[in-house]
């Protein structure tokens, strides 16, 4: 990007408009920050509903390698980013011909594919579980033991725990490649895990590179469930590698944008890469109300071309994923209660219908003291039925 593409400028005689793939709840909320800088936005969704489409200037209703619809993005936007990374990679590369787009189809293609994903970490020294390519029956057949037991992964359009079945002899490894279709996976052994973290970094075009503090995350059934941020919440040399190896994943591929990479703590104390987001995640939902700059921000000025500055946290910070589960019979939850909480921070999505395992929104708590966000928080988890923590 040659310049920077400023907050309420004329571009090509209409308003600076900055556009993304996708109408989700990530999509929703840097609609709010875009706007929030004084930016148009258009979104690209096929949904009619869309929580993004529903508060973006522009709602362009198709689907996502339609010729069209990209066109007309391009036609209204200065720049676009996505917000989920299953967007077709051939769709940001019909668009990043024509404009800036962040991230780069070559950089959401490395994380489409647990393969690929995998041999990039590698490439730049960052620790990895021991793993095997399963593609061909050959390659099934090649498997070691050592690699059991272990959970075999499809490569392509997994998240949120789908396309993942956990083996524990080569007659469950063999019976589950077929129950995913055999399509191409990738096993991974399984390790004595301690805890979970990530690590989000923002990266400009010029190379200057941003990140937040450490987060600490508790996952149920495959989905963020709790993330906890303050110091301390994980150990300052594992917290330093863990953004060195951020760090370093960004610049291997030459990153534009927000990225977030997930780390599993093993129990004795080492840090193992799971996998990458080329997006703004869930567990960086806190960042809207403990740091001085959201990660949605971030998203914001890495695709502007405006200059980056460190963000700062200043509260401790514990989010709550809210999940479709909490809406029996579609009953609201008592927010009126939560709401009465020091420090808590309703963020919900828009979607109208709520079902168990869908991400309907997040509260964040904030407060004076790590131990005082636990209480809070603990409360508010107890008033809204969610498991203790």
Known sequence: MSRAIL??????????????????????????????????TAVLDPDVASPAGLVSHHHIQTDY??????????????AITTEFENVPAPALMTLGAQRPVAPSADAVAIAQDRAAEKAHFVRCGVPVAPHAVIATPAQLAAVGDDLLPGILKTARMGYDGKGQVRVKTREELIAAWEQLKNVPC????????????????????????????????????????????HDGAVPPEL??????????????????????????????GQLVV?????????????????????????????????PLTQPRQHSPSIMLNLL????????????????????????????????????MGHLNVTGASPEAVRATALQAAALLGIEAF
């Open 274 to 306: 799971n996998e990458m987001a080329p997006r703004p995640h869930n567990s960086g939902h806190y960042t809207m109300n403990a740091c001085d700059q959201s990660q949605f921000e971030l998203q914001v000025r890495t695709l502007a071309g405006l």
């Open 239 to 268: 917290a330093a590698q863990a953004v060195a190896a951020t760090r370093a994943i960004a610049e291997g591929i030459h990153y534009v944008g927000v990225l977030c990479v997930e780390f599993f703590i093993l129990e004795g």
């Open 324 to 359: 479709g589960d909490l809406w029996p019979e579609g009953a609201s939850p008592a927010w009126d209660k939560v709401l009465a909480l020091p420090g808590t921070h309703l963020h919900l999505y828009g979607k109208l219908s709520a079902r168990p395992g869908r991400k």
């Open 186 to 229: 990738v096993l991974e052994k399984m390790l004595p895990l301690k805890a979970e973290c990530s690590v989000i970094v923002a990266r400009g075009a010029d190379g200057q590179i941003v990140n937040f503090p450490v987060q600490l995350n508790l996952h149920r059934e495959g989905i963020l469930a709790v993330t906890t941020v």
């Open 7 to 40: 907050p309420g400028a004329l571009v090509n005689g209409q308003p600076a408009t900055l556009g993304v793939m996708g109408g989700g709840q990530l999509g929703r909320m840097f609609v709010h920050a875009a706007q929030a800088m004084g930016y148009f």
């Open 65 to 78: 390698l339609d010729e069209q619809g990209l066109a007309q993005l391009m036609q209204r936007c200065a």
